[in-house]
T-cell receptor, first 113, second 114 residues
Framework: KAGVTQTPRYLIKTRGQQVTLSCSPISGHRSVSWYQQTPGQGLQFLFEYFSETQRNKGNFPGRFSGRQFSNSRSEMNVSTLELGDSALYLC????????????FGPGTRLTVT | DQQVKQNSPSLSVQEGRISILNCDYTNSMFDYFLWYKKYPAEGPTFLISISSIKDKNEDGRFTVFLNKSAKHLSLHIVPSQPGDSAVYFCAASSGNFGNEKLTFGTGTRLTIIP
């Protein structure tokens, strides 16, 4: 099976802009979770989508949003970018039906200048 | 509040010896635990997991031990190999269907010295 893919791999934006990141899960997986990784904070949970519905949400401001499509592909959007949003954004997929192992993509490195 | 803690940011071990990575948690609702390994510029790779109904799970060179009363788990790698050099994250879940959120520790950088 193909793994989790994320596009783009690298992105440079300026403050105030908005950005959309994309994630394609492993075939057959219905759950997609998004995480932010920064050097001091480790991996922080953003949100999880299952069958096109947001099922879980972390403690991030409303500038961070996402959606999931009927083919389980997911997008994450960050509006009004701040310097502190510079991070590695990881998505992970799982079956969503009780298997707790999540499989991660390579991440999108976002730099905000 | 850091619910999953990895108190050692780094660890160096001689090749061939045992590597022991530790993790503590505070949330008693966690009942499923996972270890991930991460190389630079790659996403975390799932290594091994353990349910709270067990105290040990083994997979090849990797063994995870869980001490529920102490809210502590550890990952043992025997024997350690140069390719094991990476950042290791422990993660925890409440294990309920519908709760796919993983809470991660901040990671331990393991360096295997040839």
């Amino acid at each position: 099976k193909a793994g989790v893919t994320q596009t783009p791999r690298y992105l440079i934006k300026t403050r105030g802009q908005q950005v959309t990141l994309s994630c394609s899960p492993i075939s057959g997986h219905r759950s997609v979770s998004w995480y932010q990784q920064t050097p001091g904070q480790g991996l922080q949970f953003l949100f999880e989508y299952f069958s096109e519905t947001q099922r879980n949400k972390g403690n991030f401001p409303g500038r961070f949003s996402g959606r999931q499509f009927s083919n389980s592909r997911s997008e994450m959007n960050v509006s009004t970018l701040e310097l502190g949003d510079s991070a590695l954004y990881l998505c992970a997929s799982s079956s969503g039906t009780g298997s707790y192992e999540q499989y991660f993509g390579p991440g999108t490195r976002l730099t905000v200048t | 509040d850091q619910q999953v803690k990895q108190n050692s940011p780094s660890l160096s071990v001689q090749e061939g010896r045992i590597s022991i990575l530790n993790c503590d948690y505070t949330n008693s609702m966690f009942d499923y635990f996972l270890w991930y390994k991460k190389y630079p510029a790659e996403g975390p790779t799932f290594l091994i997991s353990i349910s709270s109904i067990k105290d040990k799970n083994e997979d090849g060179r990797f063994t995870v031990f869980l001490n529920k009363s102490a809210k502590h788990l550890s990952l043992h790698i025997v024997p350690s190999q140069p390719g094991d050099s990476a950042v290791y994250f422990c993660a925890a879940s409440s294990g309920n269907f519908g709760n796919e959120k993983l809470t991660f520790g901040t990671g331990t950088r393991l360096t295997i010295i040839p």
